[in-house]
Every structure is written in C-alpha cells, then in structure tokens.
C-alpha cells in the first residue's frame, strides 16, 4: 500500500460498495495508536472518529497531534469528518494522574465541543466502582 497512488483513499474506495447497500447503520474502523498510513486511511474513510484515551500523561501529547492530524485530513481529504467525542479508558478515580489528565483534557476540549465519557479500570480489592462521566457541549 506504501507505494499505491493516492494511498490514503485506499480504504474509502474499498467501503464503497459496502456502505452503498445500505446494510449496515454503523461500520467501526479500529486503528493502531499511532498516526501512520493505516490510522490516516480510516480517518480519510470515516464520517466521525470517537477517541479512545487513557488516562496518562503522554496521552495528552498525543491527543495534541490527532487533533493537527484531523484538522488536516478535514481540510485536504476529508470534509466530512467529523469528532464524534472521546472516551477515557481505564480511568481510576483513586489515583491523581488519572484526575489532572482529565482537568487538562477538559481545557483543552473547551472550544471544541467535544463529548467526552470514561471507561472505568476496574475496581481493586475492597473499593467500590464509581462511575463517571464528563461532557462538555
């Protein structure tokens, strides 16, 4: 695929014939964590993105450049491209990492109206399941 004209298309035209029989309400694309030609693809093919995100430190980085990155793709490949929201994954309330990468995330979505949810990490012996969830609209 590396050498392929127009290779970022690649996966758009292969879901056209899928998606034009209107057999399917939702198709998920799962990608690597990482913004390589697989990730660059999907996000060219998808009408929204939902981002997955756990709460650590370098993740906030790497939210920083998925954002340029889809910023790019809506201006040269893909208008339609939508952020769907974004889902913190392994959140452990308990612990301060997780609650400062949450404030930070929530700064930085202030103007982007951005749905955010979690996915909490599973409870430790003896403590209890909390849920949360976050939106900013």
Same mark, same amino acid.
């Given at each position: 695929?590396?050498?392929?004209?127009?290779?970022?298309?690649?996966?758009?035209?292969? =879901?056209?014939?899928? +998606?034009?029989?209107?057999?399917?309400? &939702?198709?998920?694309? *799962?990608?690597?964590?990482? @913004?390589? #030609?697989?990730?660059?693809?999907?996000?060219?093919?998808?009408?929204?993105?939902?981002?997955?995100?756990?709460?650590?430190?370098?993740?906030?980085?790497?939210?920083?450049?998925?954002?340029?990155?889809?910023?790019?793709?809506?201006?040269? =490949?893909?208008?339609? +491209?939508?952020?769907?929201?974004?889902? &913190?994954?392994?959140? *452990?309330?308990?612990?301060? @990492?997780? #609650?400062?990468?949450?404030?930070?995330?929530?700064?930085?979505?202030?103007?982007?109206?951005?749905?955010?949810?979690?996915?909490?990490?599973?409870?430790?012996?003896?403590?209890?399941?909390?849920?949360?969830?976050?939106?900013?609209?």
């Amino acid at each position: 695929m590396v050498s392929a004209e127009k290779r970022e298309l690649c996966l758009a035209r292969s =879901l056209i014939d899928i +998606l034009s029989k209107n057999q399917y309400d &939702f198709v998920f694309i *799962d990608t690597p964590p990482s @913004l390589g #030609l697989l990730t660059l693809n999907a996000l060219t093919a998808a009408n929204s993105v939902l981002i997955p995100m756990q709460c650590e430190y370098y993740a906030l980085e790497g939210l920083a450049q998925l954002y340029k990155t889809i910023s790019l793709i809506k201006q040269n =490949l893909n208008r339609n +491209l939508q952020i769907e929201g974004l889902v &913190f994954s392994m959140v *452990d309330q308990r612990a301060n @990492l997780t #609650l400062q990468v949450i404030d930070e995330v929530k700064k930085f979505m202030k103007d982007k109206s951005t749905r955010l949810s979690s996915a909490q990490h599973p409870p430790g012996r003896g403590s209890k399941p909390r849920k949360a969830h976050f939106e900013l609209r």
